[in-house]
């Protein structure tokens, strides 16, 4: 076949790999903010909306920062915003959009992560009380705003890829839930990764929450099972997104014949993504899972399992935009 | 920065762009034969007599695979080493004894109805209203090549040198003097001509009409501007198992043999 | 350094200049400047100006002439400050009609070439070691000046050999002065490795040599193994032509190849062929035309012909005679032989006939072979007996411009080392001398050895058989004791040189120009220096010019430009109505437009009062009118008893020729003693007991084929001339490798794949070579082309940068390949045709086996 030019590189896979993370961990966050439980979980889901809520804009502010970076004329890239607002109407470009959409994003959900500043901790007196309250007042409103925000950011690192005709891998009216489904798994991994590392010792204390606890296990419970379900909708979403490339005739049918066997992103594709960012960790954490589901075992596993399944996890979500964002560019349109 | 912000509205064709999805609705062409597609033919019974559309005719029966327009169209803007502006693909099909080998010239196709404007997300990629060329206005251009990755036809590259998108430009600095591109001037069969494919008096629209012609991957709905008589349309992707087909883009960087 | 090199700094401001004033301005320039309405048709200039892509000013054009072929095409150069950014084809000029090719739009990689050799440099280290020092001018040409004058003082300046290769138009004349004047006559060239083949049977028939092909006029075009649409000695002028033909009226053309070049590829009918087979179809399709009648349009022409042991034959002897001599070259025994089905033969011959007027057109795929004499001469036959010979429309004798130019005033006889014509009775009639054999005559010894070896546009090691060979040789001290290279690149000779003199490319410099024309009407043309030449490169012409003054010989001009000066003014033509010097200088090209195209020149009458004078003589055995005293000979007496044929060099004295009642100029001999007949029967043939009429002979090698035996194929691909070229970028960038080209049949009995590397082995040598398995190729072939596998050159070429190669180059890194393909002259001997001396090089035989899977 023509063999293509690969013009985005790693820069822009991580970028979308980073954007995911951060919108899916915002999302989940909102998500536990507005309906998250209360009573004795209320600390651990606290923990989580926070831990989300402060991952949310860094992995964005970083990617975008990385590919302006690549760029190589930083100020060159303000040109994004300076042309009028009819153009971009007229001319909707999804990169145009999306850059407004991302200095949104990374604005909302940067006054949402100063909602979960310990504000008290930090500063004392009638100041760190005042912050404090007006947060908390501030969090649930935001939440509502951040919930869709966050998602609309994932499904546009799916956008941005799907809106051009002449990429078939790309232009599929599935990716956009595979990048969402995939933001979200890495976005609740990434939590699940970094509270990992806070408790690593038994016995830390984070704030009211103590290893200990068994609302601890118990939300790792729900936490883990939530993965893993992802991770199985996430499988379910490839199915079907192979499937509706190769049921179509031509060019994407084609392109997809790069991800399955045989084809120059099949290793990538079913070692990274499928075997190493999905079936292992969901084996893994399935059988902990079901252990405990079946046979009434007490939640409870060996600490580097603990942290390589969501590394296995980030480390999949990577390879997948990877594997789309090469794979489609090496693919194109077929016939003369 | 300062060129950016200075740029005139009018330069980005977004009203044409409007009035002219309406045409190319109109002058939809007609399926053709099994060597060609019948291409859609210029839109000068369309209402849109006065535009003035420059495009390329490229006479494929003429074409002789010498290469040298690739070359010419290298030295012209001195296009750097590894990236091309234009090239001619080989397409070698068949069985012995009875095996052909078919040339296909490649430039932008500057189409009417252009993905790379689409994509843009500076406005640094637009139509000229004044010849419906395809440009990149380089003081603009963020190098972002989201308009690389929307051209169906791999026109589009990062220049290694100013690091920002390039593509052919139908050599605008040549015709906008009155001289024709620098590839057809030094095509020796003369398959590449050039013009306005809306002027009825010019030789390009005459061959147009006069000739079952056929665009590149016309699905895609780009409406090209670049024309071509004879074209091939045996594409090495879609061939039957056991046939041999071989195509040889003869692109920089990309000469991967199959 | 910084000043050793200030082109090249050009190079990196362009570049910022691109990023920092980008296309804005031609954009802003060019909508200021844009047409309106379309009411009225925008025409557009062809060609003939250019401005600048960054700055939107019009550059300055300057007329010039290509030479990165043989071709010669005539060019218009544009630059900006001195900087030569592009060139054109000359939009004035008959022959080429302003188009260009791939290899002459890259001319600018040739002037600035970061590994060009640009001082003179001397070896410091043992020969071939790789070491040199930079030298002057100065030292280099008295070191040189007084070897020569050592020589001519001791009375042997034949022991200054001069070989060249690519040497044509005025510097070929002004060079030759100089070796003249000096007295050497060991002048070595390299047609015998090009086509002399095909010229020497030419003369042996029609006498002169290079035919033209009319395209503009035919009806038909046969083709035997000529490259046309991507190679040709004449090749912008007649490509062009010859598509035009096809698509504009229907001209069909039948390609007879080994291999689907391009031209096979855009034939209406490529016709695979064995190799070295062609006489056998040749023959047959002779043998169709007689055997049916076909040769009417022929006859008249007949009358021209020498068919019979005598001349004064009749027609209808004459064509029983062809009859009888083609009787058994029947199709079906060409069809065993070539692989050709008889069904084919029989219907492109009478396809051939029947077309009037056709064109039989042949290259090296026909002629450099075992039997290539005979398949150019039974080509000629074949055009004979249909009447295409120098009518519109056919075969034609080239036209080109004829100058006149200064010789020297008096010069010494000159002497020679009989190097040049291979060994004893190893060629019958080496008209074009057999240069592939020169480096084994010098090793072997017994006619001497130079004592100074300087060779020029030549690259002996490379593009001779059997590189390994060359190499020993010209590293041997003791075989040849002082060797210079005179070139503008360091190639794999250069490198085993004592000395090299830094050329100027030929867009430094001064020229004229007398290339055939394609439409019979011939067109003068000079080349100039589009810029100045870089550092301290000299054209070698001028140096011939210092060299003379050092040795005090006259050689008729000053310097080249000089010399093309005076040519314009001794050219009377060009003196008068092409206002000269400046006039040729501001036009580059120039035609007299009352001219007609020539055709039937053989038929031009000879008056009756010419003949009178009385040193010419009718020769009765051959009907040759002639001037004994032109010839060289003394007396009446000793022409007479000489006789025209054993008259040495009686051709020089060639006047005219008998036809039954008639006396013309005929067919007039140029390096043989033939009549002015068209010879199909050659009683110059027959004397040294070779077949006088065209007649089937194989290759002894061919026979008996082992199954993992094939025959190797090497040839030219449109983007490279010979191995000169690989140093230019856009050039190198489309085209550096060249995997071996073989036939799915031949692959799958050699168990070989797409992609696997194969190790291909002859008698000499051996190379290894990657495979490309493809239908475009007979099989029993494998085909590679002979422009890749450089060990020197420069980077682009092999990786290696040359000894004054810059680094400090935007273009350093820009090779972004890093496999330089194979060269075939490894396995490939030095070996002629036993009749004319061209090389065998589409005859060798190899195996194949594989090494390495894909
Ligand atoms: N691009 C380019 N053009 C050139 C040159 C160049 O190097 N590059 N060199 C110039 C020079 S100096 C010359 S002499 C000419 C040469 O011009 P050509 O003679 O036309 O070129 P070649 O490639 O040497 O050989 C022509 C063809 O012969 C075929 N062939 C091999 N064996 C046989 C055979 O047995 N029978 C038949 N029928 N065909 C056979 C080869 O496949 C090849 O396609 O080109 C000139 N023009
Ligand atoms: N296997 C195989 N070998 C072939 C052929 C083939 O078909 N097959 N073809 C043969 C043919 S047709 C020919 S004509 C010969 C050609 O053989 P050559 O004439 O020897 O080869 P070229 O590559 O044309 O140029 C030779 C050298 O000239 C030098 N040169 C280039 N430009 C200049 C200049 O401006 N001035 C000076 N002084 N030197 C310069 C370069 O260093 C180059 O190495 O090759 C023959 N070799
Ligand atoms: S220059 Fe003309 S003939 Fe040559 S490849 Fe280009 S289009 Fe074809
Ligand atoms: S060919 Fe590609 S780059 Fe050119 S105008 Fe069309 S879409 Fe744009
Ligand atoms: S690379 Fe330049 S021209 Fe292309 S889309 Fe980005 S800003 Fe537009
Ligand atoms: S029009 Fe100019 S830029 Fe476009 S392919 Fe031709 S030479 Fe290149
Ligand atoms: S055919 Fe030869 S001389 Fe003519 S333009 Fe091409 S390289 Fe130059
Ligand atoms: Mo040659």
Known sequence: MEHHLIMWHWPMIVYLFLAGLGAGAMAVSGIVVLWGPTGEFRHRAALIARLGAFIGPLPVIIGTGLLIYELGRPFRALNLFTSNFWFMVLNPSPMNWGSWFILLFCVVATIYALTFIPWKALLSGERGERLEARSERLRAPMATVCVPLAIAMAIYTAILLAAVPARPLWHTPVLWLLFTVSAFSTGLSAIILVQRFMFRKPGAVRGAVRREDPAFRVTEYYLVSMKVLLIIAELVVIGLFIMFAHMTINSANFAVRTLLPGGEMATAFWLGVILVGLLLPAFIEGFYLLRTAVLGHEFEWPYVINVSAPIAILFGGLMLRYVIVVGGQITGPIGI | ?258 | MVDRRNFLRIGATAAAAAVASPVKSALAASAAQSKTGASESQFFLEGGKDYSYLRGIEKKATPSACWQCVSRCPIVGFTEDGVLTKIEGQPKSIRSLGKICAKSQAGINQVYDPDRILYPMRRTGERGEGKWKRISWDEALAELAEHLKRLREAGEPEKFMFHYGRMKGGTSKLVHNFLNAYGTGTIGNHTSLCEGGKWTAQELTWGSHYDNWDFDNTQFVLNFGSNIFETHTNHISTAQRLIRAMVDRNVRLVTFDVRLSNTAAKSSDWVPIRPGTDLAVVLAMCHVIMREGLYEAGVPFLEFCKVTADYRDSVDDKIEALKKHVKEYTPEWASEISGVPSWRIVEIAREFANRQPACVISYRGAVAHYNGNETERAIQMLAAITGNIDNPGGRCKAVGASWDYPKPKKTPKTRKLDLMDGFAGQVAFPTHHVSHQVFERIKEGSAGRPEVYLWYCYAPVYANGDCKVNEEILKDESLLPFTVSVNPFYDESAALADMILPDTTYLERFDWEDMVSPNQVPEFYIRQPLVAPLGESRNFADVCCDLAKRLKLKIGAKSMEDFVQKSCKQTKIVKKKARGFRGMRKRGVWHDKRDKPRYFSYRQDVKAKELKKKTILFDEATGVYWDWKKAGIGSLEVAEAQGYTSTNKAYRGYVAQQFGERVHVGFAPDKLNKSGYFEVYSSLMEERGLPPMPTYMAVPEHADLAPDQLVLTTYKVNVHTHSRTMNCRWLAELYHENPAWINPATAEALAIREGDTVKVSSAIGEIETEVQVTPGVVPGVIAISHHCGHWQYGRFASGKPSPQGVDDVPDRDTRWWNRNGVHPNWLIPNSPDPINGQQRWMDTVVRVSKIKSA
């Open chain 2, 1 to 258: 920065m300062s060129d950016s912000s200075a740029k005139p509205v009018s330069r980005r064709k977004f009203l044409k762009g409007l009035s002219q999805g309406a045409a190319a609705v109109a002058t939809a062409g007609v399926a053709g034969g099994a060597m060609h597609a019948a291409a859609t033919k210029p839109a000068t019974e369309s209402g849109e007599k006065n535009k003035v559309q420059y495009g390329m005719l490229i006479d494929l029966r003429r074409c002789i695979g010498c290469q040298a327009c690739t070359v010419a169209c290298k030295a012209e803007a001195d296009v750097p080493m590894g990236v091309s502006r234009s090239w001619v693909e080989y397409v070698e099909k068949g069985r012995y004894p009875n095996v052909g080998r078919s040339f296909l010239p490649r430039l932008c196709n500057h189409c009417s109805e252009p993905h790379c404007v689409r994509v843009c997300p500076t406005g640094a990629t637009y139509e000229r209203p004044q010849d419906g060329l395809i440009v990149i206005d380089q003081g603009v251009c963020i190098g972002c090549l989201y308009c690389a990755q929307a051209c169906p036809y791999d026109m589009r590259f990062l220049n290694p040198v100013t690091r920002f998108a390039d593509k052919c430009d139908m050599c605008i600095h040549r015709v906008s003097k009155g001289l024709v591109p620098s590839c057809v001037n030094t095509c020796q069969g003369r398959a590449r001509i050039f013009g306005d494919v809306n002027d009825p008096g010019s030789e390009i629209h005459k061959l147009i009409a006069r000739n079952p012609v056929a665009v590149m991957r016309e699905t895609y709905g780009t409406q090209p501007n670049v024309y071509y008589i004879g074209l091939d349309t045996t594409d090495e992707n879609t061939r039957k198992p056991g046939q041999y087909v071989r195509v040889t883009t003869n692109k920089a960087r990309s000469t991967k043999r199959t």
